[in-house]
Nanobody, 120 residues
């Protein structure tokens, strides 16, 4: 079993910053990639940012220049630094990880989600 535990969400004013964290634990042999997705009310879940095991990062156009994804391989943790937040960034943010488990299979895992609310 693999668990993803997120933290760092909350309420912030427009222009402010938040940092999300997601720690993976359990039956992990290696992590291929981790990332963040978000889902606003009435909308589909969308990619925010991903980072591979080699550190290659990818961002949605809407967050480029404002958000930064990073990782701590030793801690199996991924971070999302969010600056210059806008009301349209309001959503539930989900951590995702593509993991090679100790049993030898690869599958994706999701965190439980953390609410980010940006007030205008």
């Amino acid at each position: 079993q693999v668990q993803l535990v997120e933290s760092g969400g909350g309420l912030v004013q427009a222009g402010g910053s938040l940092k999300l964290s997601c720690a993976a634990s359990g039956s992990i042999r290696s992590i291929n990639a981790m990332g963040w997705y978000r889902q606003a009310p009435g909308k589909q879940r969308e990619l925010v940012a991903t980072i591979t095991s080699t550190g290659s990062a990818n961002y949605a156009d809407s967050v480029k220049g404002r958000f930064t994804i990073s990782k701590d391989n030793a801690q199996n943790t991924v971070y999302l630094q969010m600056n210059s937040l806008k009301p349209e960034d309001t959503a539930v943010y989900y951590c995702y990880a593509n993991i090679l488990t100790n049993l030898g299979y690869v599958r994706g895992y999701w965190g439980q989600g953390t609410q980010v609310t940006v007030s205008s």
